[in-house]
């Protein structure tokens, strides 16, 4: 009989052993011993073609329930770690279309950069308007009467700001937008209170000012006055990206 039960229990995990009669199955685990009787077995060495019979204890019950609670335990440990914190949600990037321009949004703040590196990678004109709040003279950017079909960036990061279907003429003398991307702008008041300060949510720099209520036939009644300098233009059907 003990060498049956041997056989009949041939598949389970090394952690089991088999003593001498009567037969026995013990366990790693930190619990009370149940008896095992085998009945029969199919010739072939696979857990799946034992046929066993339990002859249960009156300890089997809390047995299964321990073994049930000590998998539960290991199981949450192992692959669902429950969440103890307070949830912080942080704006990621993300894609969008016009016609065939991919577009990758603006991350508020994830552009850092010391004065010194600045300088490196700026023009000095582009430097003192984007990091000093310069304003280029009127009617002489690059974009100012500019409609082709596209998206206009940060000339500073790159980061994505207006599309051009939301571009029009104010007749103001600079580039102006009713609205920009979703998350692309940061509006600050002036100290004055007279204007509102417009810059890339991504690297801080400066891009002009908003008005807003001045009566242009526009969904937002808003003007984003830009200056060129803090542009850079993607034509439709290229890549424009972080």
């Not at 993300?94 to 950069?113: D, E, H, I, R, Y």
Request: hydrophobic share 35%; with cysteine; net charge positive.
């Amino acid at each position: 009989m003990g060498a049956v039960a041997a056989a009949g229990i041939s598949g389970f995990s090394s952690r089991f052993t088999l003593s001498s009669a009567p037969p026995v199955l013990h366990c790693s685990c930190p619990f009370q011993p149940m008896d095992i009787q085998a009945l029969g077995m199919v010739p072939h060495c696979s857990t799946r073609t034992i046929l066993t019979k339990l002859a249960l204890s009156k300890q089997f019950p809390s047995f299964i329930s321990s073994i049930n609670t000590v998998a539960l335990v290991s199981f949450n440990k192992t692959r669902f770690r429950p969440f103890t914190g307070r949830p912080v949600f942080q704006p990621a990037a993300s894609t969008s279309f016009l016609g065939g321009l991919v577009v990758a949004m603006a991350v508020p703040g994830s552009v850092q950069k010391s004065e010194e590196e600045w300088r490196a990678i700026l023009s000095p004109e582009q430097f003192h308007i984007l990091r000093e709040k310069g304003t280029e003279y009127p009617g002489t950017g690059e974009y100012d009467k500019f409609y082709v079909e596209g998206v206009y960036s940060c000339a500073g990061c790159g980061t994505p700001l207006y599309k051009s279907t939301t571009k029009f003429n104010s007749g103001c003398g600079w580039p102006a937008f009713f609205e920009g991307l979703p998350g692309a702008i940061n509006c600050t008041p002036d100290s004055d209170g007279r204007r509102t300060e417009i810059t890339c949510a991504a690297c801080g720099g400066h891009l002009g000012h908003v008005f807003r209520g001045e009566g242009f036939p526009t969904p937002t009644n808003e003007r984003h006055c830009v200056n060129s300098i803090s542009l850079k233009f993607s034509p439709a059907n290229s890549t424009s990206s972080l």
